[in-house]
């Protein structure tokens, strides 16, 4: 297993036990208690977690992964996601999409199409789809967050406001019929809210794991959500909620 998949299956684990030990660790890994030392301590030097005697907890680690650690989390349910939201992208359409680990799964899908244009503030998914001519790109401007790999702010913000989308795809961190659609970060909120703004079709992509839940800002009630594409963890329950604000739920 590579180092870097070792780190994202060490930060899921200890992010959803609250703690682990090392030993644990190891056999979950199947590689040698001092690999996960090692691995331990560099998590820790990077404020991912906080390195215990034998082990690690969450302690007052930054709830919100980097996108590098995030990835393989809902890997197979992300791309189940992704294939299903790219039916509703009719040809030739203008495309938005935020950053985010399910976007980045739905550019990869996109980047199979021709004749489409594709407007992103994620420089990651600006990188996938640069080398694809096939693909028109308009890569939006602003302050980078290195957690998400996306440029956000008032230029970002200023920019989205020239452009109309046929529709725009958003990432969220939380997702209830009370709060609406909530990420981490302020002025990740504001950029996505711009995203919506300039769109005929808003459609939010996330696994089902964010159901049910709400972070730090809020992005926009669902009553200004048009479609939802998640997958077949969404309970029935949750699926009723979610359509009784209106919006329509796909589950890939």
């Known amino acids: 297993m590579l180092k870097a998949d ?67 989390k809902q890997r197979d349910e992300k791309r189940r996601i992704a294939q299903a939201a790219a039916e509703l992208v009719p040809d030739g359409a203008v495309v938005g999409l935020s ?26 998914i600006a990188a996938d789809l640069i080398v694809r001519p096939e693909v028109r790109l308009v890569v939006i401007g602003g302050i ?23 529709i725009a795809f958003i990432g969220v961190d939380g997702l209830t019929a009370e709060e609406g659609c909530t990420t981490h970060d302020e002025m990740e909120a504001q950029t996505d809210r711009a995203f919506l703004r300039s769109t005929a079709r808003a459609v939010v992509l996330t696994d089902s794991t964010k159901a ?9 009630p669902l009553s200004d959500v ?4 998640t997958d077949t963890g969404l309970t029935e329950a949750q699926k009723k909620a979610f359509t009784n604000c209106g919006v329509q739920v796909r589950r890939a």
Request: net charge neutral; with cysteine; aromatic share 2%.
């Open 6 to 72: 070792r780190a994202a299956r060490i930060l899921t684990h200890v992010t959803e036990a609250g703690s682990a030990d090392v030993h644990a660790l190891a056999e979950l890994l199947d590689v040698s208690t001092a690999t996960v030392r090692r691995d331990l301590q560099e998590l820790h030097e990077q404020g991912l977690l906080h390195r215990t005697r034998g082990g690690a907890v969450t302690g007052s680690v930054n709830l919100e992964l980097p996108l590098r650690h995030r990835s393989e």
């Open 99 to 124: 950053g985010g680990t399910t976007t980045s799964e739905l550019a990869r899908v996109l980047a199979e199409r021709t004749g489409i244009t594709v407007v992103t503030n994620a420089v990651n």
């Open 144 to 166: 980078a967050r290195t957690a998400s790999y996306e440029l956000v702010g008032p230029a970002a913000d200023r920019m989205l406001s020239q452009y109309h989308l046929d």
């Open 212 to 220: 049910g839940k709400v972070t730090f800002a809020r992005i926009c």
């Open 226 to 229: 048009h479609d939802l594409v």
